[in-house]
């Protein structure tokens, strides 16, 4: 069984930071795409960004050039770092993984999600 355990939610002014973490646990041979994704309330969940395990990334319009992720594959860790943050920003923040089993087969796992808000 494998899990992802966020952290790093909270409470922010406008134009602050944010850093979030999400770190998988459990027995599975490696991990492939590593990202979050995010829902505000009355709205469809949405694409934040990507990672690959080799490093290639992609990110969502709405945070282009603001947002920046990164994994530490050793640790299965990705990180989000937000910075520019506006009230739209507002939402939980879900992490993501596509995991590759001990069985030899691949699966999505998604984590409890955290809260952020942004205070205008």
Same mark, same amino acid.
Do not use: H
């Given at each position: ?14 134009? +602050?930071? /944010? !850093? ?8 599975? &041979?490696?991990? $492939?795409?590593?990202?979050?994704? &995010? ?5 469809? &969940? ?7 395990? +080799? +490093? ?9 050039? !603001?947002?920046?992720?990164? &994994?530490? $594959? ?11 943050? $506006? ?8 992490? $993501? ?7 030899? !087969? ?6 409890? +999600?955290? /809260? ?5």
């Amino acid at each position: 069984q494998v899990q992802l355990v966020e952290s790093g939610g909270g409470l922010v002014q406008a134009g +602050g930071s /944010l !850093r979030l973490s999400c770190a998988a646990s459990g027995s599975f &041979r490696s991990i $492939n795409t590593m990202g979050w994704y &995010r829902q505000a309330p009355g709205k469809q &969940r949405e694409l934040v960004a990507t990672i690959t395990s +080799g +490093g290639s990334t992609n990110y969502g319009d709405s945070v282009k050039g !603001r947002f920046t992720i990164s &994994r530490d $594959n050793a640790k299965n860790t990705v990180y989000l770092q937000m910075n520019s943050l $506006n009230p739209e920003d507002t939402a939980v923040y879900y992490c $993501n993984a596509e995991v590759y089993a001990l069985s030899l !087969r691949y699966f999505e796992v998604w984590g409890q +999600g955290t /809260l952020v808000t942004v205070s205008s």
